[in-house]
């Protein structure tokens, strides 16, 4: 476990040295780890309706154990605060310390072309540290570890609920769209379980149980936009989540799948801007392209992955917005989860290592390729 846990840390440190190099813009990192893990009530199996397999919070994947178990929570508390605390050492450790030599291995990549635009991109950002190092400009600590922020949605509210805190605001101010900051000082209710939680696509009812609870967090929060979202409702949603308008207070998380982007993003852009709310948009191109093989594997396209990403960039340019992240379900490890990418695995090589119980996620290569794809994205826009 620990060594999925410093895989996963030095993907996400690899991917944002290419994201900053491309976009020439800061990034934060932030990773769905030590969190809960839960799904939705039932499926069929040879015929038979049984209790899903709800995640460990709730129950086990083995038919036998998919009784709901309470005591589950306060395993699942145990692990994700054994989880931090790995973390947390790790990063004091030095881990993240970019003295240290980066495995930028690309000999997965199929085209010559492609590869020799990567090891272009991994050229260029190992000279830049190597020139940082040189001229003393890395003395401030800075290439020494990096902040690590955690997320994951908040779906089991009985949960989130008992790790929920009135607490008091920390020092910095958040600053309202009318340009006025926040009253520093005072306290309110922070959901500690981690600092960004979500609302997914399928709990996000105006009258819902999960809009309530969000609504009176102070945490950073972000919000699932699928196909069917209209835009007069998430107008409403943003109304109620965040009635002070609070700058990047809110971040909507796009999962419309590849085919649906272009009818809906536009429409969803111009209405939030119309609102008053400034938010931060995220693309997750993950969960609107899955689909389950012939075999029975439930899997994703790397090429639908990269288009709904690719069209998200482009329609927010024309309408003037930004996106601001790109929320990708992950993995350090090499499992094949996901077809497609410079590897080239098909449907046939994802036996080879599946290992999830529930979603398909991309592998350190198809993860870190991704990044390089964004990166080159906006160097061409900038035209260098």
Avoid at 118 to 128: F, K, L
Avoid at 188 to 211: C, E, K, M, N, P
Avoid at 328 to 355: P, Q, R
Wanted: glycine residues 10%; aromatic residues 8%; neutral net charge.
């Amino acid at each position: 476990m620990k060594s999925a846990i410093n895989s996963k840390i030095k993907l996400l440190l690899q991917m944002s040295l290419v994201l900053i190099w491309g976009a020439n813009k800061p990034v934060v990192r932030i990773a769905r780890m030590a969190g809960q893990f839960a799904k939705y009530p039932t499926e069929s199996i040879d015929g038979q309706t049984v209790p899903s397999f709800r995640g460990d919070n709730i129950n086990g994947f083995d038919i036998s154990e998919r009784t709901p178990d309470p005591s589950r929570l306060v395993s699942a508390y145990f692990h994700s605060a054994a989880t931090l605390n790995h973390v947390r050492s790790q990063l004091t450790s030095g881990i993240a310390d970019l003295h240290n030599p980066l495995d930028w291995e690309l000999g997965h990549v199929q085209s010559a072309t492609i590869k020799a635009q990567y090891q272009s991109i991994v050229s260029s950002i190992t000279d830049s540290l190597r020139f940082m190092r040189t001229v003393g400009a890395d003395t401030a600590g800075q290439l020494q570890t990096v902040d690590l922020y955690t997320s994951h949605e908040g779906l089991l509210l009985d949960y989130e609920q008992r790790l929920t805190r009135f607490l008091r605001h920390p020092s910095t101010s958040a600053t309202t769209s009318s340009g006025k900051g926040s009253a520093v000082g005072g306290s309110g209710w922070y959901d500690t379980s981690a600092h960004f939680v979500w609302i997914g696509d399928r709990t996000r009812q105006l009258s819902g149980a999960h809009v309530e609870f969000f609504r009176g967090l102070e945490n950073p929060v972000g919000i699932k936009v699928g196909p069917s979202m209209q835009a007069a409702e998430l107008v409403e949603l943003l109304h109620i989540v965040d009635p002070q308008r609070i700058v990047g207070k809110v971040t909507l998380i796009t999962r419309y799948g590849a085919g649906n982007v272009d009818r809906l993003l536009g429409t969803h852009i111009d209405a939030v801007k119309s609102s008053g709310h400034t938010v931060v948009w995220q693309c997750d191109p993950m969960h609107g392209n899955t689909f389950t093989t012939v075999a029975g594997h439930k899997t994703r396209n790397f090429a639908a992955i990269h288009s709904e990403l690719s069209q998200c960039l482009a329609i927010h340019r024309r309408h003037d917005s930004f996106l601001g992240g790109v929320h990708l379900e992950l993995t350090g490890e090499a499992v094949t989860e996901c077809v497609g990418g410079s590897e080239g695995l098909t449907d046939a090589d994802l036996a080879t290592n599946y290992t999830t119980f529930c979603d398909p996620r991309l592998n350190e290569k198809q993860a870190l390729e991704l990044a390089f794809l964004i990166a080159g994205h906006y160097r061409k826009q900038d035209g260098a």
